[in-house]
């Protein structure tokens, strides 16, 4: 549908929610710091920073007393304040007559989106959305499933792409691409045929990579490597396995791909994929055909959003909601986490052995990937136990807030 650009009447109320953020960040205040001053519960502040609702005009001389001590103030704060109270600015109602219909994307991988057809069924990011949508009060959207191979193609069709969707550059310069901020990552890894007894144990990178090369090189059954077209495989496959041209598959799917070329008895294929979908297809294999290839995955890659190309608007909101949904503490937050704290423990961002003991202070939200431990003190409810199951991997020594952490 046609959507109105953004106008000049929603800078004052974005200006306004910047300022508010910023000096938290700068002074090393909390959202209770922020609510104590401005007399308002952290629940009701909670929603002028997502927007739901503007600062009561009330409100007006103990904000503008709180950014005083400000080192860079690029407007008036007094205007700030007060346009920021107006009719026209606020910034959800905004959104909808932008956008409503929200149509929501979605991309079937467990556990992040499971179950196929018009809706998914569960999933940790459908459970997040969902929980956002009625912190928003969204009424009017719709779920659209997306295939992996018209991924980059669906993007303009729908507001946003729920899944883990990996970045990659081709995807980057396509579409708008917003990370999780959850302390998760991805490598790559390969699964091959058990009829290659070079593989009947997972092997460490340098020897994988070396195993690959010579099998590849002989002259009587060549081995042959096959990525999915588009795929975090396929564009970095050279830093990945130097020298190696693969098969590049663009009609299937990660998962049919790795069944397909897996099992061919013509010839021997390794399949190279995302170390998730690696694991998942390994394990999912009864009949004993498939062997994983590497020890450990290689690399490390983040997931997010990918939203249409050309609204700075759209993907500065999206990336607001959900690092203060996040941020927020909110025990249902750490109820859906714990939920699938056993399917993602695999993932976790863990800090590397040699890490200071005290944590980042700069915040989990500040660097391109999100640490465990660093998005544990910033994120975690303190109502909710850490599931024991990322507890057998990186457990807190102490409560949240206290700069000390343990790596199991």
Same mark, same amino acid.
């Given at each position: 549908?046609?959507?109105?650009?953004?106008?000049?009447?929603?800078?004052?109320? &974005?200006?306004?929610?910047?300022?508010?953020?910023?000096?938290?960040?700068?002074?090393?205040?909390?959202?209770?710091?922020?609510?104590?001053?401005?007399?308002?519960?952290?629940?009701?502040?909670?929603?002028?920073?997502?927007?739901?609702?503007?600062?009561?005009?009330?409100? @007006?001389?103990?904000?503008?007393?709180?950014?005083?001590?400000?080192?860079?103030?690029?407007?008036?704060?007094?205007?700030?304040?007060?346009?920021?109270?107006?009719?026209?600015?606020? &910034?959800?109602?905004? @959104?909808?007559?932008?956008?409503?219909?929200?149509?929501?994307?979605?991309?079937?991988?467990?556990?992040?989106?499971?179950?196929?057809?018009?809706?998914?069924?569960?999933?940790?990011?459908?459970?997040?959305?969902?929980?956002?949508?009625?912190?928003?009060?969204?009424?009017?959207?719709?779920?659209?499933?997306?295939?992996?191979?018209?991924?980059?193609?669906?993007?303009?069709?729908?507001?946003?792409?729920?899944?883990?969707?990996?970045?990659?550059?081709?995807?980057?310069?396509?579409?708008?691409?917003?990370?999780?901020?959850?302390?998760?990552?991805?490598?790559?890894?390969?699964?091959?045929?058990?009829?290659?007894?070079?593989?009947?144990?997972?092997?460490?990178?340098?020897?994988?990579?070396?195993?690959?090369?010579?099998?590849?090189?002989?002259?009587?059954?060549?081995?042959?490597?096959?990525?999915?077209?588009?795929?975090?495989?396929?564009?970095?496959?050279?830093?990945?396995?130097?020298?190696?041209?693969?098969?590049?598959?663009?009609?299937?799917?990660?998962?049919?791909? @790795?069944?397909?070329?897996?099992?061919?008895?013509?010839?021997?294929?390794?399949?190279?994929?995302?170390?998730?979908?690696?694991? &998942?297809?390994?394990?999912?294999?009864?009949?004993?055909?498939?062997?994983?290839?590497?020890?450990?995955?290689?690399?490390?890659?983040?997931?997010?959003?990918?939203?249409?190309?050309?609204?700075?608007?759209?993907?500065?909101?999206?990336?607001?909601?959900?690092?203060?949904?996040?941020?927020? &503490?909110?025990?249902?937050?750490?109820?859906?986490?714990?939920?699938?704290?056993?399917?993602?423990?695999?993932?976790?961002?863990?800090?590397?052995?040699?890490?200071?003991?005290?944590?980042?202070?700069?915040?989990?939200?500040?660097?391109?990937?999100?640490?465990?431990?660093?998005?544990?003190?910033?994120?975690?409810?303190?109502?909710?136990?850490?599931?024991?199951?990322?507890?057998?991997?990186?457990?807190?020594?102490?409560?949240?807030?206290?700069?000390?952490?343990?790596?199991?």
């Amino acid at each position: 549908m046609p959507r109105r650009p953004v106008t000049s009447a929603d800078r004052p109320y &974005r200006l306004l929610r910047r300022e508010l953020g910023g000096r938290l960040r700068e002074k090393g205040k909390t959202r209770k710091a922020l609510a104590t001053a401005l007399k308002m519960p952290e629940s009701a502040l909670h929603s002028v920073f997502l927007g739901y609702r503007p600062l009561p005009e009330a409100k @007006i001389p103990a904000a503008a007393r709180f950014l005083a001590h400000s080192k860079e103030d690029p407007v008036r704060l007094e205007d700030v304040l007060a346009h920021a109270n107006a009719p026209n600015a606020s &910034r959800v109602r905004l @959104i909808r007559e932008m956008r409503e219909p929200v149509r929501i994307g979605y991309l079937e991988w467990p556990p992040f989106a499971e179950g196929s057809g018009p809706e998914p069924k569960t999933g940790l990011l459908v459970e997040l959305m969902t929980l956002l949508k009625e912190i928003l009060g969204l009424e009017d959207y719709k779920w659209e499933p997306i295939e992996f191979p018209k991924l980059v193609e669906s993007v303009e069709d729908v507001d946003i792409v729920l899944g883990f969707v990996l970045e990659t550059l081709s995807r980057r310069a396509i579409c708008r691409f917003v990370p999780f901020y959850l302390p998760f990552s991805v490598g790559l890894n390969a699964v091959a045929p058990s009829s290659l007894v070079e593989f009947d144990s997972p092997l460490n990178y340098r020897d994988g990579v070396d195993t690959i090369t010579r099998l590849a090189d002989g002259t009587d059954r060549p081995l042959l490597v096959a990525v999915v077209e588009g795929e975090l495989a396929d564009e970095y496959l050279p830093a990945f396995l130097p020298g190696i041209k693969p098969v590049r598959d663009a009609e299937r799917n990660i998962e049919e791909a @790795i069944k397909y070329y897996a099992t061919r008895r013509d010839k021997d294929f390794v399949v190279c994929a995302d170390a998730i979908s690696c694991q &998942r297809i390994f394990r999912q294999d009864g009949s004993g055909r498939l062997r994983l290839v590497f020890k450990e995955p290689v690399g490390r890659f983040q997931g997010g959003f990918l939203l249409p190309p050309h609204d700075p608007e759209w993907e500065d909101y999206v990336r607001e909601t959900f690092i203060h949904l996040l941020s927020s &503490r909110l025990p249902k937050v750490g109820e859906i986490m714990s939920r699938y704290a056993s399917k993602t423990s695999e993932i976790l961002n863990l800090p590397p052995v040699h890490t200071n003991s005290s944590v980042n202070t700069s915040g989990p939200f500040s660097s391109r990937f999100v640490q465990i431990d660093d998005w544990y003190f910033a994120c975690w409810p303190d109502q909710i136990p850490w599931p024991t199951e990322w507890a057998k991997q990186w457990a807190p020594k102490f409560g949240p807030g206290n700069g000390r952490h343990a790596r199991v």
